[in-house]
């Protein structure tokens, strides 16, 4: 129960009953979420070579793209994190584009680079 708690689970429970009842249950939709992790690059006109881009801006949407469910802003490595996200189709938007994404019913996903062109 330790571990669920650890990981931001919301135990609410009017008992010692409930309160394990409750932790199973938010153990095992906490066993659906997904938590992802993708990295935004760089390519100018004059170079191959990807670079990650730093500070800039990703949004996780719904799959229709109207509403924002998450926005991160990409470190000095590129990277950027969504944690515990349901199964189910998505979109990511950075630097004015927006990709597709499905989510799969697994702990962790990684996503493909995004590669920006300057």
Do not use: K
């Not at 793209?65 to 990409?74: D, M, S």
């Amino acid at each position: 129960m330790h571990d669920v708690i650890r990981r931001g689970a919301r135990i609410r429970a009017l008992g010692v009953a409930a309160a394990v009842g409750a932790g199973m249950l938010c153990f095992a939709a906490g066993a659906a979420a997904t938590d992802l992790r993708g990295r935004v690059e760089g390519q100018g006109q004059y170079s191959s070579i990807p670079t990650p881009v730093n500070g800039t801006w990703v949004e996780l949407t719904d799959a229709s793209g109207q509403r924002v469910l998450a926005r991160y802003y990409t470190g000095p490595d590129g990277m950027y994190y969504f944690r515990n996200i349901a199964p189910g189709n998505y979109q990511i938007r950075t630097g004015g584009r927006a990709y597709p994404l499905m989510v799969q019913p697994r702990p962790a996903q990684d996503i493909a680079p995004i590669r920006l062109r300057f």
